[in-house]
């Protein structure tokens, strides 16, 4: 039981809270790596590594919009004022099937 709690919270941490001066971002997916985004703010241009076939657009983030689970707002200010875009890991299913599929995989 603690084990899941740990990994729960693992899963659901949130570091730097999104605040109201946020840009929006547009989010991009790698293909081959579905858990692989660039978030880059709506009113810079996209990275030129991002046009082609490897990624497919994932969205807008804004602050009406939940930050998908490994979007770090601090780290995204810092990464963009230095390359001008947010490389982050996210979990596509969300904390509950993650902690699941983390489970069901020890006991194989």
């Not at 990624?55 to 230095?82: C, E, K, Q, S």
């Amino acid at each position: 039981m603690i084990a899941m709690n740990i990994i729960s919270l693992a899963l659901t941490k949130r570091n730097g809270p999104r605040s109201e001066g946020d840009p929006a971002y547009n989010l991009f997916r790698r293909r081959e790596e579905p858990q692989l985004y660039c978030a880059v703010p709506e009113h810079y241009p996209v990275p030129s590594f991002i046009i082609g076939e490897a990624w497919d657009f994932g969205g807008r983030l804004d602050n009406a919009t939940a930050a998908p689970l490994g979007f770090d707002a601090d780290a995204a200010r810092h990464g963009v004022a230095l390359t001008g875009y947010y490389l982050f890991l996210a979990d596509r299913w969300g904390p509950a099937h993650a902690a699941h599929a983390h489970l069901e995989g020890d006991r194989a």
